[in-house]
């Protein structure tokens, strides 16, 4: 297994230099759902970026569930504000997103898969559920995600 993990992790960073996204491309590009996933999505990196747990947490649902390995599966957002901002506390920051793949499952729904680095690791962004709200926002309903590399 160690040897599998040697053989991957490389290879996924060497990926990520030159990782684009699919947003520009997808048939969807123009909705108006899938516009306020985009700004959301960036909404979220900026507040993290900006080491703002409070603002991190605010791009989820009240009742969002967010199963980040190897740390745990969180439950709503003030579970998941703590869990950000212990993440900052430690010093992770600069998240970027790389060979991101958007879809769309219905007028309210996307989906998120990705890879991600941050200064000190890098990961797996399995998939995160974006919701269209009443007010035409878009929230995390669902974020599974892993790091598979830290460094101190």
């Known amino acids: ?8 992790i490389p290879a996924l960073f060497f990926n990520t230099v030159f990782a684009k996204s699919n947003a520009d491309s997808v048939p ?3 909705d108006a759902g899938f516009i306020a996933a985009q700004k959301a999505l960036s909404d979220w990196k900026s507040a993290f970026n900006a080491q703002d747990a409070k603002g991190s947490a605010a791009q ?16 709503g957002r003030t579970e998941i504000q ?11 920051k600069n998240v970027k997103y790389q060979n991101t793949v958007w879809r769309k499952l219905d007028d309210q729904r996307y989906t998120v898969s990705s890879e991600f680095t941050m200064n000190k690791g890098f990961g797996v ?6 919701v269209i709200q009443e007010d035409g926002t878009a929230k995390l309903r669902d974020d599974s995600f892993e790091v598979l590399s830290t460094t101190q």
């Open 60 to 75: 989820y649902e009240i009742g969002a569930t967010m199963d980040a390995k190897p740390f745990g599966v969180y439950h």
């Open 82 to 92: 703590k869990f950000w901002q212990g993440i900052i506390d430690s010093g992770f």
């Open 28 to 30: 969807f590009k123009n």
């Open 1 to 8: 297994m160690r040897k599998l993990l040697f053989t991957l």
């Open 125 to 130: 962004v399995h998939k995160e559920l974006w």
